[in-house]
């Protein structure tokens, strides 16, 4: 499970430095399909997986102002601030916690690690899905979303 958190990490900061080449304007532009913007996606694929995993710790959820990070370099401060917690945690869980079941107070549910940690994966796959199909409307190469030939940490586990 840890290598396909380290595949959307790396995707994810290739993603942001890729937006470098954007201005504001374009990055914050309103789009059709998903969450908004361009920077918007990034901060919600940020913020959801930060949530979710605090969730499966039972820690309070912490909630992001958008309008605190509508900047490129206000994004990446956050992700590097949210990631240093959610690589701690990714890197000690053990699977044997997998099955165990957590409340989600936002859904009123309860859900197994498991799930959360897939719906994580799918979550971010997703949205960098989205942001591929609006570099090319903009006439630009999206990040490779290739998982082969990518370096994980010797941490990740098959």
């Not at 890729?18 to 361009?38: D, F, N, P, T």
């Not at 509508?70 to 690589?87: A, C, F, R, Y």
Request: charged share 20%; hydrophobic share 40%.
């Amino acid at each position: 499970m840890l290598s396909f958190f380290e595949y959307n990490w790396q995707v994810r900061d290739e993603w942001l430095h890729w937006c470098e080449q954007l201005s504001s304007e374009v990055l914050l532009q309103k789009r059709v399909g998903g969450v908004g913007s361009i920077q918007y996606t990034l901060f919600h694929i940020i913020d959801v997986e930060y949530s979710w995993l605090r969730a499966i710790q039972s820690q309070d959820d912490v909630i992001f102002d958008f309008d605190s990070y509508k900047s490129l370099e206000q994004l990446k401060i956050l992700t590097q601030q949210t990631l240093s917690e959610n690589k701690a945690f990714m890197t000690g869980i053990e699977p044997h916690t997998y099955n165990q079941k957590v409340y989600i107070p936002w859904e009123d549910e309860f859900y197994t690690v498991s799930d959360i940690l897939h719906h994580l994966v799918a979550h971010e796959i997703h949205h960098i899905g989205q942001l591929s199909v609006w570099a090319r409307e903009l006439g630009l190469t999206p990040i490779s979303p290739g998982y082969i030939g990518r370096q994980f940490s010797s941490l990740s586990k098959i």
